[in-house]
């Protein structure tokens, strides 16, 4: 009974939320640990203690940005997404221009004096999804919501600048971020003529780039997108032999799997930690415990609609579903990666895959999630007349 009082008193908001982001942190613990043997030996002359270390150092971190980040009430968060916003382009901007490059790209910022890298994507993946939440809910009476410069200027303006400053380095990030906003957008009422305008434009913008680049010689990241396509399609490639590699390890995992830390693929999957560790987790772990990662972000997506049903905030709504929509959209692209459903794409299993400032920022997904939740059962009796600008910033 005490300890009930005790997670009762300092963890609030949806429990069952709470219960997917601690099985999510045990699978990674387990994932991370069996996958990184290998690394260890190739870097760390065998200490296997090393990446696990660093990797629980860093899911703590997550967790307690979790926990930091529920108990400050949603509200100041539309405010703060504006902020986000002109922040998130400056520094995709400066990534793009100067940013650690990696295979042709640069998705990463290093930071001055400390060594530690971010993927400014993760914090503009925030930012946007908070800033598009606000607006939608500041823009819920029609006439305000149909009007071109109201829908357009300040959604799909913000949109377009962030999703094309990823695109030259994170081609996928880019996609699923452009996909989440167009249907948070659909579900936020905006005009479906203005959404399959932005839709056209968008690949047709796309289309020139990519044959621009083609005709001129220097393909670049688009030579990395034709041959990742091609090997979807069962052109030869270094991508083929990752999902050959994928495939071995999920078809020996059979129903129950081989156990914790018997992952043979392991040494010969290139990324089994992040971009494959739904693999590992498959041969580990079996069919049994592929289901359940998949079915904890599910029901992550369920409880998110049990949030906004409940809410009497358009912005609370908005906010929880565009996030968790987000989490979940990666999920199941890194999922449908390991299984040959889509192509390559380096996407990482949220919360589960090892890395840095994508389990930190994921905690911030989270933890606002979770705000919003706390804010819904601490006020079951919210008034329900429509937001002003004012109630949604104060």
């Known amino acids: 009974m005490r300890l009930k009082e005790i997670l009762s008193k300092y963890f609030k908001g949806d429990k069952v939320i709470w219960g997917v982001i601690f099985a999510l942190s045990i699978f990674s613990l387990l994932a991370v640990y069996s996958s990184t043997g290998t690394l260890a030996y190739k870097y760390q002359e065998g200490n296997t203690a090393y990446y696990i270390i660093k990797h629980f150092v860093l899911l703590a971190t997550g967790l307690g940005i979790i926990f930091i980040t529920h108990l400050i009430p949603y509200k100041y968060y539309s405010r703060l997404s504006q902020v986000f916003l002109y922040l998130s382009i400056f520094l995709l901007a400066i990534t793009l221009v100067m940013g650690t490059s990696l295979n042709q790209a640069s998705r990463w910022l290093t930071l001055p004096g400390l060594g530690f890298t971010i993927q400014t994507s993760d914090f503009a993946k925030l930012a946007l999804i908070m800033y598009i939440a606000r607006v939608l809910s500041l823009r819920q009476d029609d006439k305000k919501l149909n009007d071109f410069n109201g829908a357009f200027v300040s959604l799909i303006l913000p949109i377009v600048i962030v999703c094309g400053l990823i695109m030259p380095a994170n081609l996928s990030t880019a996609v699923i971020l452009f996909s989440t906003s167009f249907l948070l957008m659909f579900i936020g009422r905006v005009k479906v003529k203005y959404l399959v305008g932005v839709g056209f434009v968008g690949v047709l913008v796309i289309a020139l780039i990519i044959a621009g680049v083609v005709i001129s010689g220097n393909q670049g990241r688009v030579g990395t997108w034709q041959h990742r396509i091609e090997s979807f399609t069962g052109g030869e490639s270094e991508d083929n032999y990752q999902i050959e590699q994928s495939k071995i390890a999920i078809a020996t995992g059979g129903i ?139």
């Open 256 to 394: 129950f799997g081989k156990g914790p830390g018997n992952s043979t693929q392991r040494n010969f999957l290139p990324h089994p930690y992040s971009d494959f560790i739904y693999s590992i987790i498959i041969e580990e772990y079996g069919f049994f415990g592929g289901v359940i990662v998949l079915f904890l972000y599910l029901f992550l997506l369920y409880r998110a609609g049990v949030i906004v049903r409940k809410s009497r905030r358009t912005f609370a709504a908005f906010l929880a579903i565009g996030l968790t929509i987000s989490l979940v959209f990666q999920a199941m692209i890194n999922m449908g990666v390991a299984v040959h459903l889509f192509p390559v794409t380096g996407q990482t299993l949220p919360l589960v895959s090892m890395g840095g400032s994508s389990i930190l920022f994921t905690g911030v997904a989270f933890g606002i999630i979770l705000s919003v939740s706390r804010s819904v059962e601490k006020n079951d009796e919210l008034i329900t007349e429509p937001e002003t600008e004012s109630e949604t910033e104060e």
